[in-house]
């Protein structure tokens, strides 16, 4: 049979040259990675094997299996999983699939040091085996084809490989690493057992190696060395964590589970490990990352919840196991309930997989409330008795909620079961502290006599929310205003019109009404304004009638002179301009125009012989005030030059 090269892809160079550049100071990795694709290959035989029994052949046992050999510098890899078509493994190694690792290349900064950190704390796939090695064979075929039927695939790691027919007894792959001068240390029985422990213990399968024995030296001046025995042992736990009772798995062996099935090396915020029983029997292992995955090198079976059912993998990222406003969730589900041959559609409609979702649901708001709890432990006080915990919990819910707040906002419009609870979970910035740690019922707490609402306002940066001129009255009266500044934000609190009793009022939208915070003097007081000015009013809404629904006195400008509000039902100004920006038609609804009848500018207007451009001005530098654009920024500068001139 002949031999074909195939070059590769330009993103598969580029990796191929990261990969080898960046990280050679942490070179044992590439096992982790080969072992991890074996373990995958022999879920998916697994799977398929279901509905074809057939697949098995001859071969029941799924495994992977390490061998060296000193001499030749070679370290193979081989399972007995699903294999490889010839087109399988052209396309599957030598090319990128993905998109998210695209997106990742796309993020590395070109500077090594930084790189080599960045991609050290994702997987980095089949490709990291050149790390060790300067050239890798892989033998294959895939389970169900004939021999003859075989591929080996062979590639120094520069620009090409070169793929041909072989005929290839056993079903699986076999990866072969030919190692480099610096790497002939993991030729070792000894450095594979311990890298085996560290990073795949908690593999669903047995990674087996031969068995070795001291020989003594001989007469002859030959020294002594280990030698192989013929017998192969398994080398690892083989068992899967999540069936193990919970005080027999120490914390690292909770980490290590999570990265090998999250694919994620930095530790997780928080776990929490059940085995419920009742109606729907199963056994949930759920882990809260530490971080939002940046898309990480798998990202179509990243997100989310591995199911099994009674130990027997079934599919990745099953969506029905949680709501989709958890979907930072990372763990396993094992059914005793399901039948083994579950289809996703199946799943969609059975009764036990909601009975799940709820109490995966109800799992995770506990857990997230435990981290808030934890969070504002006073840091210098003592813990009372007992020793201190072995890590303090600090930060921990700052920073799940920096990471994944904006995804958990969004189950105030999906889980109206839950909304009270994750109304709770909710951490805003506002004008009384600069964190963005301020919870709703921090909120209350601080909230002045006579205050009827919590006050939010949105914009699309927290500094334009901070100094918007609608805060003027808030800041001059003292009381606290949210400051939001996520694109849900808006959308999410439509879903939120009150915590605990009081209801949420953006302070952008409709007239201001302070209720028992504004003095009858100072009602008075707008009323005569507002008298006195209509003249003015009625000009101003004369020169700007294409632009605004109405213009009135202000109740919330302190030192600005004009600003722009949603009226009453509309949407405000913010969500508009979203909606506009994503490319939706709007419903022509206008802004309303407030003005400061006690400021200089607009005193200035009345009788004034530019009224119009001021009238112009006026309204244009409400609209950037508050982060939008004029319609026509030059018309609005020749005005203002024209003023200044
Ligand atoms: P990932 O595992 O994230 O998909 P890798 O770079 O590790 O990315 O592997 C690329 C692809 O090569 C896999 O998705 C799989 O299709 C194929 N592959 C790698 N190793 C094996 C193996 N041992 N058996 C079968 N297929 C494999
Ligand atoms: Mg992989």
């Known amino acids: 049979m002949s031999k074909h090269t195939h070059s590769f892809q330009a993103e598969v160079a580029q990796l191929l040259h990261l990969v080898t550049h960046s ?15 074996a373990s995958d290959a022999c879920d998916k035989l697994r799977f398929e094997a279901l509905a074809n029994g057939a697949l098995y052949g001859d071969q029941p046992e799924l495994r992977v299996r390490l061998a060296f050999d000193k001499d030749a510098r070679t370290l193979t890899v081989a399972d007995t999983g699903i294999g490889m078509s010839e087109a399988e493994a052209v396309e599957h190694l030598g090319t990128i699939a993905k998109s998210g690792t695209k997106e990742f290349m796309s993020r590395l900064s070109g500077d090594q040091k930084q790189d080599a950190q960045l991609i050290g704390q994702f997987g980095v796939g089949f490709y990291s085996g050149f790390i060790v090695a300067d050239r890798i064979t892989v033998e294959s075929r895939r389970a169900g084809l004939p021999p003859e039927q075989g591929v080996r695939w062979s590639s120094g790691g520069a620009g090409d490989f070169e793929v041909e027919a072989i005929t290839r007894a056993e079903r699986g792959t076999s990866v072969t690493l030919h190692l480099r001068e610096d790497a002939l240390a993991f030729a070792d029985g000894w450095r594979l057992r311990e890298l085996v422990g560290k990073y795949s213990d908690h593999i669903g399968l047995p990674i087996q190696m031969e068995a070795e024995k001291w020989e003594e030296g001989q007469d002859d001046g030959q020294p002594g060395r280990m030698v192989k025995t013929g017998e192969w042992e398994t ?41 419920v029983e009742g109606a729907t029997e199963y056994t949930q292992l759920l882990y809260v990352p530490s971080h939002a995955p940046q ?24 969506e029905q196991l949680l709501p989709r406003y958890l979907r930072f969730v990372k763990g396993v589900v094992d059914s005793s309930d399901l039948p083994l041959n579950v289809s996703r ?61 904006a995804v958990l906002k969004e189950g105030l419009g999906e889980d109206f079961a839950n909304r009270e609870r994750i109304a709770r979970l909710l951490r805003y910035a506002s004008t009384a502290s600069d964190a963005a740690g301020v919870s709703l019922a921090d909120y209350k707490a601080r909230m002045k006599d006579g205050q009827k609402a919590i006050y939010y306002i949105t914009a699309d940066t927290l500094a334009a929310a901070r100094h918007s001129p609608q805060l003027e009255v808030f800041r001059k009266k003292g009381i606290e205003v949210l400051l939001m500044a996520d694109r849900v934000d808006e ?60 213009v009135r006195v202000t109740t919330r400008l302190v030192d600005s002179p004009a600003c722009l509000v949603a009226a009453d ?3 405000s100004l913010q969500l508009a301009r979203m909606l506009k920006q994503a490319g939706q038609k709007l419903p022509a609804t206008l802004p309303v125009l407030e003005i400061n009848p006690g400021h200089a500018l607009v005193k200035k207007l009345d009788g004034h012989p530019r009224f119009d451009d001021l009238a112009h001005v006026l309204f244009d530098q409400a609209l950037l005030a508050e982060g939008g654009l004029p319609d026509d920024p030059a018309a609005y500068v020749r005005r203002v030059n024209a003023l200044l001139a």
């Open 569 to 571: 039902a509309g949407m």
């Open 491 to 550: 959308w999410a609190l439509s879903h939120l019109p009150e915590f605990d009793g009081t209801p949420l009022q953006s302070v952008a939208k409709g007239a201001v009404d302070l209720g028992d915070l504004q003095d009858e003097a100072e009602k008075k007081a707008a009323e005569d304004a507002a008298e006195a000015v209509k003249p003015l009013l009625d000009q101003l809404k004369a020169a700007l009638k294409d632009q605004v629904e109405d």
């Open 23 to 37: 990280l050679y100071s942490n070179k044992e990795i590439f096992l982790r990675e080969l072992i991890s694709n």
């Open 235 to 275: 080398i690892n736990q083989a068992s899967a964590l999540w069936t193990r009772a919970k005080k027999d798995i120490t914390d690292e062996q909770y980490r290590s589970f999570y990265e090998q099935i999250a694919h994620d090396w930095q530790p997780p915020l928080a776990w929490s490990h059940n085995r």
């Open 345 to 405: 559609e199946l799943l969609q409609e059975s009764r036990d997989v909601r009975a799940i979702r709820e109490g995966n649901t109800r799992r995770v708001l506990g857990l997230l409330e435990d981290l808030a709890k934890a969070e504002p432990a006073a840091p210098t006080a003592p813990a009372e008795g007992g020793e201190a915990p072995a890590e303090p919990p600090q930060d921990k819910y700052a920073t799940f909620w920096r990471e994944f707040g």
């Open 295 to 318: 898309d990480i090198w798998d990202r179509d079976r990243k997100a989310g919840v591995k199911l099994y059912v009674r130990r027997v993998f079934i599919m990745d990222d099953a």
